[in-house]
């Protein structure tokens, strides 16, 4: 470096401790507000800055403000200083500014700001602790815990008015707790996330926000030369006034945030999840040789106690140790250990009508004995297409009629939707959750209209969980041109209140537009008219009725089909009707459905003995159907 570059002066340093004191502090908390509190401890050595220590010293700025050389000139202590001006970094802070941030490393010195940027300053910060904390899952009974299924977020595929090319598609929302859990822990444990990284970046920029503040205060006031030279004479005799006992306050204290509130929520998830339910002896299993259900033994339960897990977490975290486990705090559900078999009855059945066609008849016998038997555990959703499969014709099925593509076409398996419609109609009275259901294209024969369940092959599918406490049985069978569906577990609904589904026509649609077709092609039909039904849950109890509304259901009409436009042939049997007949028969049927409530409520008020419809499996567990298990069959129907 050139002579003419550098600024020479001699001065004369007597080896004093340097040191330096200020008259407040600033703290911050989760809100990041100055509490005015000192630390009391000297400068980390290690600090990436330090200060000016006892004796003739070296300091060397790296990266940012003023490189300074300091050499010893002779014995007396007389020294040469070199000052070189190199380029300073306006996002470092230049003067000496003290962190306190033993809130996140225990007995941590204090942190020299000085030359540090704010993102160095928060990787130094997110760098001192080491976050990993873990709850651990106390259930004495986790062996047999089984961790429940996250219901899927899926979007309704369906337009605003329910209305698909495919007919009327109803899905059923039901409130799922598990819906509301964010977090995915493992059956053992769950690992919480590191909660004070945000805290951190909020910190640091509070710090530097406060720093460029004030350092354009002191740039903007400009001071005399006589208030200068008070103030290098104050600090000089403040200097020489110093000892080495003196120590260097913090200018921020940094403090943890409360966590208590995301602590809390962590652990309410966890207390959802990791709930097991007691197994009290119910039905694990069906005998088919004896058409009966099996029980098991028991098991107990185990519910997490969410304040005082919370406690344990939040003690963790107040003494500074961010990496440790804590067991949840619960307690043992007890599982019954009186017999519960005498318990459990039959709480549904319902009876549908079948067709005189063997065909369909065969494929609703098969898809009865595939349902037959099933038996569900508290919570566990219920699938048709898991539980019937495929229907194919190696397992049986026949070809019949069936919907496809919004057209009736000759279908192996085509009937099996009797099956499921029953089912539905079944799990409606026993007060069971259904958690999907989709209506057919064109509305049933067999059940009213807004009261069916739709299948097919891979979708659409029928679905419900058992939201009971307890397991649950189903039966189901074929019988004389009859189906018949029993749910076989502990009541659902409370003593005294009873379930029913029932649909009334809203409006008729218009006849499709005709189809021209040549004979080759297929036999002229008339077609009929579509239409639009409300669906309601009729609740009993106390001998009062509530109505109240549950689904809207909207079936196409069939198109009519011409040889050329303008004639008119009647349609062969078993083709789709007029529109004017459909609305007749649908009239019809709603007098018909009127005269069946009619005789049920004569039936209910004379104690009657109903008559027998149809026998179900052999056994003790399914009981004899009656006249009022037998659902109204839609327009149509016989």
């Known amino acids: 470096m050139l002579a003419s570059q550098r600024r020479l002066s001699r001065e004369v340093n007597r080896a004093q401790g340097s040191s330096r004191s200020r008259s407040s502090s600033h703290t911050y908390s989760g809100k990041y507000s100055r509490t005015g509190r000192n630390s009391g401890r000297r400068p980390n050595n290690k600090a990436p800055f330090p200060a000016v220590a006892v004796g003739l010293l070296a300091i060397v700025v790296l990266g940012s403000g003023v490189f300074a050389l300091t050499r010893s000139k002779s014995k007396t202590e007389e020294t040469e200083t070199v000052i070189e001006t190199q380029a300073i970094n306006p996002n470092a802070i230049q003067k000496d500014l003290y962190l306190d941030y033993s809130a996140f490393k225990k007995d941590a010195e204090l942190l020299n700001l000085k030359g540090m940027t704010e993102e160095e300053v928060e990787d130094f910060l997110r760098k001192s602790y080491q976050w990993n904390i873990v709850i651990k899952n106390a259930n004495p009974n986790i062996q047999y815990f089984s961790m429940p299924e996250f219901p899927e977020h899926k979007e309704n595929s369906s337009s605003d008015d329910g209305v698909d090319d495919q007919g009327t598609e109803e899905i059923v929302k039901v409130a799922n707790t598990l819906s509301d859990v964010s977090i995915r822990p493992e059956k053992t444990e769950f690992a919480i996330p590191d909660m004070m990284s945000d805290s951190i970046h909020n910190f640091v920029g509070q710090i530097f926000t406060n720093y460029k503040e004030n350092m354009a205060t002191e740039s903007s006031t400009e001071e005399s030369s006589t208030e200068k030279e008070k103030k290098k004479k104050k600090k000089k005799e403040e200097t020489t006034s110093e000892t080495e006992s003196q120590v260097i306050q913090a200018d921020y204290v940094l403090q943890l945030p409360d966590f208590s509130d995301k602590v809390n929520d962590y652990v309410n998830q966890l207390a959802i999840v990791w709930k097991m339910a007691p197994q009290n002896g119910d039905i694990t299993s069906y005998n088919k040789s004896t058409g009966e259900f099996e029980f098991g033994g028991t098991k107990d339960g185990y519910a997490v106690n969410v304040s005082d897990t919370a406690e344990k977490v939040m003690e963790l975290i107040r003494a500074k140790n961010f990496s440790g486990e804590v067991e949840t705090v619960g307690s043992t559900v007890p599982a019954s250990t009186a017999s519960i078999k005498d318990k459990y009855k039959i709480i549904a059945s319902v009876t549908t009508k079948t067709t005189s066609n063997e065909l369909r008849n065969t494929n609703v ?161 008339n077609g009929s008219a579509g239409s639009e039904w409300q669906a309601y849950k009729v609740i009993t109890k106390d001998g009062k009725t509530e109505k109240v509304k549950d689904h809207y259901a909207s079936y196409k009409g069939h198109t009519p089909k011409k040889y050329t436009p303008g004639t008119t042939e009647s349609t062969s049997a078993g083709e789709s009707t007029s529109a004017s007949a459909s609305v007749s028969e649908s009239k019809s049927s709603e007098t018909k459905t009127s005269e069946t409530k009619a005789t049920e409520t004569k039936a209910k008020e004379t104690k009657e003995e109903n008559p027998e419809i149809s026998n179900g499996p052999s056994g003790n567990n399914t009981v004899v159907t009656s006249s009022e298990d037998v659902i109204s069959p839609g327009p149509g129907g016989e």
């Open 365 to 525: 016998k098969l898809a009865a004995a595939a349902v037959n038997g099933t038996v569900l555990q508290p919570g566990e959703e219920f699938s048709f297409n898991t539980v019937v499969g495929q229907r194919t014709a190696e397992k049986g099925y026949k070809p019949a009629a069936a919907y496809n593509q919004g057209e009736v076409v000759e279908e192996v398996g085509g009937g099996v939707c009797q099956i499921s419609s029953t089912l539905y109609n079944a799990v409606f009275r026993a007060g069971l959750t259904t958690t999907y259901r989709r209506a057919h294209t064109f509305a049933p024969t067999y059940v009213t209209p807004g009261t069916d369940a739709t299948v097919s092959w891979p979708g659409p599918d029928y679905k419900f969980v058992n939201n009971s406490k307890h397991a649950i049985g189903i039966l189901s069978w074929y019988s004389n041109q009859t189906a018949t569906v029993q749910i076989y577990g502990l009541p659902v609904l409370p003593d005294g209140v009873k379930w029913e589904l029932v649909s009334e026509k809203v409006k008729d649609l218009p006849v499709p537009a005709p189809q021209i077709i040549t004979p080759e092609q297929g036999k002229e039909s």
